[in-house]
């Protein structure tokens, strides 16, 4: 162990070793079950929620995700494997594992993942020093009983050609790379070499201390993507034509592998489920799974496009991921193959049942281990209402205007975690903490200061908790902020948060009860453009029309076309309503993932939109605006909405400073309004100080 303490830090030891929090360690508290170290979103005891339930003892609610599977020689502690998920500002510019990558890594692992899936393509495998920190990284997923993972995403180059990695470009429905800056078909003896260079390659893993390898073969990015595709795969020798041909390259590729590595070092294949129109058929995936029984061990079965693989609430049904059915199809064909269906798995009941009933062998994740980092802690322990609900917002994968920064909506600490822990200290003594408002910044606040020991009494002056957060009852495709904002109410009801509903709070109140901090989280205010006619009866802001949408004419016309605008005019078309949406911008709600599908709208019919249209006024039953052109145009509107932003309560905020010791403000009433991520890390991080 005092091997594994030099590589790990004393801190991130102690957390692997099951002292959660910074207050734990200074108390020597442990918990009673595995805990995980620290990951990039690790959960100390100011961010463990559901604290109040934690028993400690191991339950048998999900013992079927969580029974061991054997798979030839190998045996893998459960049903729940990691994809490749590492947040990409983890690693610096270094050539070799990042501190806060080796501390990601190891959280995954003691989250309890029976597999952890990694990328090395960035690191330096010529440097001694490089493989050094690697078989550090393995050695820390083994030490929790998990095994290592690799993409196999390069290659040795095959001799006499220039080519770098598995994502030649497709051209003209071939498989083809570039040569000298021509495209051209690639040639038998190239792919029988590029197959050799990857079988090299895992081998240098496997001496790393990887214990199986990932082949990439979804999305039509790799070649053996396209080998697998009838509409693009148009070759006529053996490599091309029937179904058995196509499959040849992966069968080719796994005889490498294991002549090089042996029969126990498994392989993973990440396959399309199906294909659109023209490609291949779930038919045809199983026709694949007979081919590669003995040399695929694991079928991990994504959708077909990237808002399939990466479901939000705009694409996806609760409790109905879209690719258990891929793997119930290899299931009931009789394949002996692992089946691993991806995008969309986190809920451990859901979870459970699919494995309980046969439809899947193994559940493959990523946002579950990154938005909840004791994933793993609440499924041994029976606690799945517990678990963080991932929100499906998808900036865990990037921000598109912000390249490099990922984030997590409900995972504070993502990105950050290895930076600011050490400045997160327990606090002096128990104390008396206020928190004002009863939105999610607020929720989330009174969480995070309840654990840390303080005695906390939360005030909201509405009779319902949930704050902006409670619109998310209305529309259908909002039910991942549903979900959160149902699990927040339920933590705070459970973690013994005094709660004062209908109590609106005021600083002499405050000041006279002798609070030791007080955080404000009053929230944020429409913004009200000034536009003739906006004060009408038939105009309306757009929080205001859930629930209240049967108050609304015929035809609707929204003004104000980013995310809140545009799903207040989803919403209502929902409801019967014939919309048209107006915004200034030049696309409608703009998108911040980088995997984010946000077009629902786009199947409505009674939904539309004009872009770069500048509202004007609002009068006899119609909105007047100035399209791109600068043209005066009008749109029919029996009633208007409007949504130009939301102003902060900064000036009622800051009535409540000097009321106690410690005063805050967080979430819409500090940042900028309607973001869940922001409110959550203002929270977080405003009551980690008390």
């Known amino acids: 162990m005092s091997l594994f303490r030099s590589f790990m830090g004393r801190r991130q030891f102690l957390v692997a070793a099951g002292v959660t929090s910074t207050s734990a360690l200074a108390l020597n508290r442990l918990t009673g079950i595995v805990d995980p170290a620290l990951q990039a979103g690790v959960a100390g005891a100011s961010e463990r929620s559901g604290a109040a339930g934690a028993s400690g003892a191991f339950s048998s609610r999900y013992s079927h995700l969580l ?22 500002h983890l690693q610096g510019p270094e050539t070799f594992p990042s501190d806060a990558v080796m501390t990601h890594v190891a959280g995954v692992a003691g989250n309890g993942a029976a597999v952890v899936t990694l990328s090395l393509e960035n690191y330096d495998l010529d440097n001694s020093g490089v493989k050094n920190y690697i078989t550090r990284l393995t050695d820390m997923i083994h030490f929790y009983g998990a095994k290592a993972n690799v993409c196999l995403t390069q290659f040795q180059e095959p001799r006499g050609y220039s080519i770098s990695d598995i994502t030649p470009p497709v051209w003209k429905g071939q498989m083809r790379y570039f040569m000298f800056g021509e495209a051209k078909e690639m040639p038998v003896n190239m792919i029988k070499e590029m197959n050799e260079g990857f079988a090299k390659k895992a081998k240098i893993y496997q001496d790393l201390g990887f214990d199986m390898a990932c082949v990439y073969m979804s999305y039509r990015s790799s070649i053996f993507a396209c080998s697998l595709s009838p509409s693009l795969n148009k070759r006529t020798d053996q490599y091309g034509g029937s179904t058995e041909n196509r499959a040849r390259i992966v069968i080719e590729l796994c005889q490498a592998i294991k002549k090089a590595c042996g029969k126990d070092f498994l392989i993973e294949a990440q396959v399309t489920g199906e294909e659109e129109s023209g490609g291949y058929t779930i038919d045809d995936l199983v026709k694949y799974a007979k081919l590669w029984e003995g040399y695929v061990d694991i079928l991990q079965l994504r959708g077909w496009d990237l808002p399939s693989s990466h479901p939000m609430g705009y694409n996806s049904k609760k409790g109905s991921p879209v690719t258990i059915r891929y793997a119930e199809a290899v299931k009931k064909s009789g394949v002996k193959i692992v ?76 990105g950050i975690a290895c930076k600011v822990e050490g400045m997160i200290t327990p606090p002096a003594r128990p104390g008396k903490v206020a928190v004002i408002g009863g939105g999610p910044a607020g929720m989330k606040a009174a969480l995070v200061a309840a654990e840390r020991g303080h005695k906390v009494t939360l005030y909201e002056k509405g009779d319902t908790l949930g704050g902006l957060l409670k619109h998310a009852d209305f529309a259908t495709f909002q039910w991942p902020l549903k979900e959160y904002k149902d699990y927040l109410i339920r933590q705070v009801k459970k973690a013994g948060i005094k709660l004062f509903l209908g109590a609106e709070a005021t600083p002499e109140m405050i000041k006279a009860k002798k609070y030791d901090a007080v955080l404000v989280a009053v929230g944020a205010e429409p913004v009200i453009p000034n536009i003739p006619g906006s004060d009408g009866s038939n105009v309306y802001k757009a929080l205001e029309v859930f629930g209240n949408e049967k108050a609304l004419g015929k035809d609707v016309v929204v003004i104000g076309g980013d995310q809140i605008g545009a799903e207040t005019g989803m919403y209502l078309a929902e409801k019967g309503h014939t919309v048209t949406v107006l915004t200034g911008s030049k696309e409608l709600m703009k998108s911040e993932g980088s995997h984010q599908d946000i077009d629902l709208y786009k199947d409505m019919k009674n939904f539309s939109y004009i872009t770069e249209a500048i509202a004007k006024g609002i009068s006899g039953g119609k909105v007047t605006y100035t399209d791109a ?43 900028v309004g309607g973001m869940v991520q922001a409110c959550t890390r203002t929270a977080f991080a405003a009551a980690s100080q008390i």
């Open 629 to 671: 052109e600068g043209k005066e145009k009008s749109v029919r509107a029996d009633s208007v909405v409007i949504y130009a932003g939301l102003k902060p309560r900064q000036d009622e905020a800051m009535k409540f400073s000097g009321s106690a010791p410690r005063f805050f403000t967080i979430g819409d009433c500090y940042a």
């Open 67 to 88: 029974s061991p599977i054997k798979i030839g020689n190998v045996v893998l502690k459960n049903r729940m494997t990691a994809t490749r998920s590492l947040p990409s």
């Open 339 to 414: 089946t691993a269906p991806v995008g969309g798995y986190q809920d451990l009941d859901l979870n459970e049942e699919f494995i309980a009933n046969g439809k899947t062998d193994m559940i493959a994740m990523a946002r579950a281990f990154i938005c909840d980092p004791e994933y793993g802690q609440k499924a041994y322990g029976g606690r799945g209402e517990d678990v963080t609900p991932c929100i499906l917002c998808n900036k865990c994968h990037g921000n598109i205007h912000s390249p490099g920064l990922d984030v997590c909506s409900v995972n504070p600490r993502i």
